[in-house]
């Protein structure tokens, strides 16, 4: 596994306390916070504490415990913002960009919550 992790990408400097960040939920392993530029009423972003930069990198890499905690904080997430369907919630999507083709932003793994209106189709078509 070939990850190069970039230390100045801006949910490290989160991580550092070195930019503020609106915080739904923190614990010994993951930090959630709102997006700053919401694209659904529900825009939180799910990153673990621990570097790593995409989804796979995480998966190969990460901890039982890390995997676990941040999954769960997930869910927990989810639970409290009372979208799950199970719960009588309207739903949700989760989404992690990774790489140029997924048109990642930051180079640090984060999952996208996003929720609170009807979503759409899950990819736009290329123009
Ligand atoms: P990506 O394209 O990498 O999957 O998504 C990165 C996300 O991070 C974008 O939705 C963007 O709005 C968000 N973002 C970028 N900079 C900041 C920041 O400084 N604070 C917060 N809270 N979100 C940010």
């Given at each position: 596994m070939a990850y190069a992790y970039d230390d100045q990408n801006i949910f490290a400097k989160i991580l550092r306390g070195e930019i503020p960040n609106d915080t739904v939920m923190e614990t010994e392993h993951t930090l959630a916070f709102n997006d700053i530029?919401?694209?659904?009423p529900v825009h939180v972003l799910v990153i673990p504490k621990?570097?790593?930069?995409t989804f796979d990198h995480f998966c190969a890499e990460a901890s039982e415990a890390e995997i676990v905690d941040f999954h769960r904080t997930v869910a927990r997430i989810c639970a409290e913002k009372g979208i799950c369907p199970g719960a009588g919630g309207d739903g949700f999507r989760v989404i992690s960009n990774a790489g140029v083709d997924g048109v990642q932003e930051v180079p640090h793994y984060h999952l996208h919550i996003l929720a609170?209106?009807?979503?759409?189709?899950m990819l736009a078509r290329a123009s």
């Open positions: 530029a919401p694209q659904a621990g570097a790593y930069v609170g209106r009807p979503l759409g189709r």
